[in-house]
């Protein structure tokens, strides 16, 4: 025997049935007389419900609840809606000065990093134009070091390590840098070492 409380006059009662829902048939007749058939106020379907039920089920109100917080968003926006653009690239063309503002403070931090690891190239020893100048990862590993910064752009956790960086990035410039990549098959995920003799036998020759 398991207590419940009734659904019309609110009275525990002993039930033997789980399904159970009133503590007397007199109390079933009266709830049901309450029910009525209404039409849901999110997609107008006919259910059977309660004088204070206005939906027909709880995805109905979940649906409501996400129509209105979509308008109040779109009540509160700064910036129309443009179609096939994300809200970062919407800010960004009514904003254009902040993202070369944002772009140059960028560029500085990659130049500190550059000139503290030396301002050269440490294949070729290039160092005539610093735009021609790029940061690599000495071992290869730059998604793994990008995941674990949770971030794209790793200068910008390095310029406040730089320590830390002697360890993990080199200064290449971009020819260098594209042959490292082409024979460590840095982009492919597949570094054969068959493929990297192969291109050393070609070199040679």
Not at 19 to 34: D, M, P, T, V
Not at 91 to 115: A, H, M, S, T
Not at 135 to 150: N, Q, S, T, V
């Amino acid at each position: 025997m398991k207590k419940k409380k009734c659904l019309k006059c609110g009275k525990d009662f002993d039930c033997k049935s789980l399904k159970a829902k009133w503590c007397s048939s007199a109390c079933g007749r009266r709830y049901l007389e309450i029910l009525k058939i209404k039409n849901c106020l999110f997609c107008d379907k006919q259910f059977i419900g309660t004088q204070n039920k206005k939906y027909c089920s709880g995805q109905c109100v979940a649906n409501k609840r996400a129509d209105h917080l979509i308008k109040i968003q779109q009540a509160n926006r700064k910036y129309p809606k443009i179609e096939g653009l994300n809200r970062c690239q919407i800010y960004r063309r009514f904003n254009p000065d902040k993202g070369r503002e944002e772009l140059n403070r960028d560029n500085i931090k990659r130049v500190v990093i550059i000139q503290y690891l030396g301002g050269k190239c440490s294949k070729c020893g290039y160092n005539e134009d610093i735009r021609a100048l790029q940061l690599d990862h000495i071992d290869g590993d730059g998604f793994k070091d990008r995941k674990e910064k949770k971030t794209n752009k790793v200068y910008r956790y390095y310029v406040k390590n730089l320590e830390e960086s002697k360890k993990i990035l080199q200064v290449l410039c971009a020819n260098c840098h594209a042959i490292k990549s082409i024979e460590n098959r840095d982009h492919d995920g597949k570094k054969s070492k068959e493929y990297r003799e192969t291109l050393k036998h070609l070199h040679h020759k």
